[in-house]
Nanobody
Framework: QVQLLESGGGLVQAGGSLRLSCAAS????????MAWYRQPPGKQRELVAA???????SYADSVKGRFTISTDNARNTVYLQMNSLKPEDTAIYYC??????WGQGTQVTVSS
């Protein structure tokens, strides 16, 4: 069974930074893509950033230039460095592995 353990969420003022981490463990046969999604209050879950095993990276337009996704392949860990945070970045952030595996989510709250 695959488990995704997220950490790094919290409360930060607008303009601040946070770094999210997600460590995958268990019966991982291969990692094709790891991603971060978020679900703002009262809204649908949306893709924030994704990175493939080949190194291809994509970002939502709303976070380009502010967020950076990266991986530590030796530790099966994906990171999301979030800079210049805005109140509209407030959401529960979820780690995703190979489309079908989800973490439990970590709350990010940005105060104005």
């Amino acid at each position: 069974q695959v488990q995704l353990l997220e950490s790094g969420g919290g409360l930060v003022q607008a303009g601040g930074s946070l770094r999210l981490s997600c460590a995958a463990s268990g019966s991982i046969f291969s990692i094709n893509v790891m991603a971060w999604y978020r679900q703002p209050p009262g809204k649908q879950r949306e893709l924030v950033a994704a990175i493939t095993s080949g190194g291809s990276i994509s970002y939502a337009d709303s976070v380009k230039g502010r967020f950076t996704i990266s991986t530590d392949n030796a530790r099966n860990t994906v990171y999301l460095q979030m800079n210049s945070l805005k109140p509209e970045d407030t959401a529960i952030y979820y780690c995703n592995l190979n489309i079908i595996r989800w973490g439990q989510g970590t709350q990010v709250t940005v105060s104005s």
